[in-house]
């Protein structure tokens, strides 16, 4: 042994990535659209090409703790949100005043918010973050106006309309929608490509 003492160095991407968030979690002034998504694509990078990868995070439903990593990683500059952040004060049905506020929040197509309330949807597990209008999640890095457009979330759709509704999935399925959303379901989970990544 030659005694030589070797030390590990941070990738590049983890470089950029920390630089990234030294910058947004010191900052004061409001976070915007664009930084948000600067930082949702390097988190993405990070998740990819350093902690295992994008299926293996969905899989482990870790949108919690990236949810919560990029509230903190951007100064508590989002809001961390889930469909029970629509929901009344005994999560019984939805706040149709808070909705108001949201007005591209709508249900699937064919569906109602009474039929996604009893369907016990107020509760869905997936956790997301929002900045003004939009919705973001690891799959979502340019954000979405509806989270019904979150992959996770017409996932678990389709899975449980299989299970509970398979007459409702069969009307709807030659909606765009939710051919997409099938699509979605049926697809190994892979990393966003291109320009809008998600």
Same mark, same amino acid.
């Given at each position: *042994? ?36 600067? &930082? ?11 902690? #295992? ?29 889930? =469909? !029970? #952040? &629509?929901?009344?004060?005994? @999560?019984?049905?939805? +706040? ?8 591209? /929040?709508? %249900? %699937?197509?064919? =569906? ?16 997301? /973050? ?5 919705? @973001?999640?690891?799959? !979502?890095?340019? #954000? /979405?106006?509806? %989270? &019904? +457009? ?5 996932? #678990? =759709?389709?899975?449980?309309?299989? *299970? $509970? ?7 709807? $399925?030659? +909606? ?20 809008? *990544?998600?």
């Amino acid at each position: *042994m030659s005694g030589a003492v070797t030390t590990r160095t941070q990738s590049e991407t983890a470089r950029r990535h920390d630089e990234i968030v030294a910058s947004l979690s010191t900052a004061e002034t409001p976070l915007t659209h664009e930084e948000l998504v600067t &930082f949702m694509r390097s988190y993405l990078e990070m998740i990819d090409n350093e902690w #295992g990868g994008l299926a293996e995070n969905i899989e482990e439903g870790s949108c919690g703790d990236n949810a919560d990593y990029t509230w903190n990683s951007t100064g508590r500059r989002v809001e961390v949100m889930d =469909l !029970a #952040g &629509f929901a009344n004060q005994d @999560y019984s049905d939805w +706040d149709h005043d808070l909705l108001a506020r949201w007005p591209a /929040v709508q %249900p %699937p197509p064919g =569906l109602s918010w009474d039929y996604l309330r009893d369907g016990g949807w107020i509760d869905q597990a997936h956790v997301w /973050v929002t900045l003004g209008q939009r919705h @973001y999640d690891i799959e !979502a890095v340019e #954000g /979405v106006d509806n %989270p &019904f +457009d979150l992959h996770d979330i017409r996932r #678990g =759709l389709v899975r449980t309309l299989r *299970m $509970s509704d398979p007459e409702l999935l069969e009307r709807v $399925s030659n +909606d765009p929608w939710w051919q997409g959303s099938i699509h979605l379901a049926d697809t190994p989970i892979e990393a966003p490509a291109g320009p809008g *990544m998600g």
